[in-house]
């Protein structure tokens, strides 16, 4: 097993991200939660592309911004391993939806998948709140270590 290694794979998209400042990022975050990284790879994918890996693996015929499958043998390591799917058409649609730049919807995304595996859920309301909560807060970690406004 390789340690902190986060891999970002394009299927038919090219988001915009700055990687390295997404990993700085992500090894920070996860530090919060007493985690640290093993691999994380990050798929950016079309709708369709979700769709068929949520009907063939979870069994859902519904679109979704994000899949993420835990990779751990035990899934509480404290070491995350996982493939963390990513539809850049729901990403930028919940932007325009929730009045949001691309760019912090696209970072809202890429942590939720890491929240869960940190142990965060979202299917209560509760539970969304928290993780809401959580979002916005690793946002502004991002936002501060990189002096965005």
């Known amino acids: 097993m390789s340690l902190n290694k986060i ?14 400042k997404i990993r700085s990022w992500l090894k920070e975050a996860v530090h ?6 093993g691999q994380i790879n990050y798929i950016f994918c079309r ?14 015929n519904y679109l979704t911004d994000i899949i993420t499958f835990d ?30 730049t691309i760019e912090k919807e696209t970072l809202r995304v890429i942590i939720h998948g890491v929240l869960h595996l940190c142990g965060l ?11 809401r909560r959580s979002e916005n807060e690793l946002i502004e970690l991002y936002n501060t270590m990189f002096h965005v406004e």
């Open 47 to 60: 709708d369709e592309y979700l769709l068929k890996i949520n009907n063939d693996f979870l069994n859902h």
């Open 121 to 131: 859920n979202d299917k209560s309301k509760k539970q969304k709140e928290q993780m």
């Open 7 to 20: 891999a970002f794979t394009n299927i038919e998209v090219q988001p915009k991200i700055n990687k390295g």
């Open 32 to 37: 919060k939660y007493d985690k640290k990284i």
């Open 71 to 100: 990779m751990r043998d035990d899934n509480i390591s404290n070491t995350l391993e996982a493939d963390i799917y990513i539809s850049t058409e729901r990403v930028e649609d919940n932007a325009k939806t929730n009045q949001e």
